[in-house]
C-alpha cells in the first residue's frame, strides 16, 4: 500500500501580495525623496549611488550584503568629507 503524497505547495504568489509589496515600496521611495533636497550629497551623488546599488544587484548579481556594505561606507566617508568641509567653511566665516 502506497503512502499518499502531498501535494508540492505553490510557489506562485497571489498578486495582491505583488501589488501590496510594490506599492510599499513606491511609498517609501516617494517619502523619502523628499530627503534628498537637503541632503548633503546632493541629489545627484545619491541617484547614481543608488542606480549603482541596482546594477550590481539586479544586473550583476552581487551578494546585497557586499554591494551595500562597500557603497554605505564609501557613502558615508563622502558624507563625513562634506560636512567636515562645510563646518570648516562656516567656521572660517565667523
Known amino acids: 500500500?502506497?503512502?499518499?503524497?502531498?501535494?508540492?505547495?505553490?510557489?506562485?504568489?497571489?498578486?495582491?501580495?505583488?501589488?501590496?509589496?510594490?506599492?510599499?515600496?513606491v511609498g517609501t521611495a516617494l517619502k523619502l525623496s523628499s530627503a534628498l533636497r537637503v541632503n548633503i550629497m546632493g541629489r545627484g551623488v545619491c541617484l547614481a549611488l543608488a542606480l549603482t546599488v541596482f546594477v550590481a544587484v539586479a544586473l550583476?548579481?552581487?551578494?546585497?550584503?557586499?554591494?551595500?556594505?562597500?557603497?554605505?561606507?564609501?557613502?558615508?566617508?563622502?558624507a563625513w568629507k562634506r560636512l567636515r568641509t562645510n563646518n570648516a567653511a562656516q567656521d572660517v566665516g565667523k
Open 1 to 25: 500500500m502506497q503512502k499518499a503524497v502531498p501535494p508540492a505547495p505553490s510557489t506562485a504568489r497571489p498578486l495582491w501580495v505583488i501589488v501590496l509589496s510594490a506599492g510599499l515600496i
Open 60 to 78: 550583476l548579481r552581487w551578494p546585497l550584503a557586499w554591494v551595500l556594505l562597500v557603497l554605505g561606507l564609501v557613502a558615508s566617508i563622502y
